[in-house]
């Protein structure tokens, strides 16, 4: 399963907490990024934070994937969990009839 993770940095994250846990995080990043875990990662352009595209079994997969981060663990961060999948939408535009034509 696709989930999209967005990060929400805590009101009670110190600049102090984070620099001493952020190489631990960039560590962790890496393993699940070469693990196909992590299958793209994002710097946001319109605050601090990050957006990461998981495939994970199921959203309680990705939920306990997310809670061993050490920015998470920390108090630092927390993430919205978003699952996704194909655009459904589409198969609405067209008939049965157009469908197998075209295969």
Partial sequence: MKI??????????????IREVVI????HTWVLYSNDVIRELYFRKDRPGVVLVLECPSVGDARMLLSSFPLVKAGVIE?????????????????????????
Avoid at 24 to 27: D, F, L, N, P, R
Wanted: glycine share 4%; aromatic share 12%; proline share 7%.
């Fill in 24 to 27: 631990q995080e960039a560590i």
């Fill in 79 to 103: 993430f919205d969990i978003i699952p996704v999948g194909y655009f459904v939408p589409f198969g609405t535009l067209f008939s049965q009839d157009l469908m197998e034509r075209l295969h």
């Fill in 4 to 17: 999209i993770a967005i990060d929400r940095i805590m009101p009670s994250a110190s600049d102090e907490r």
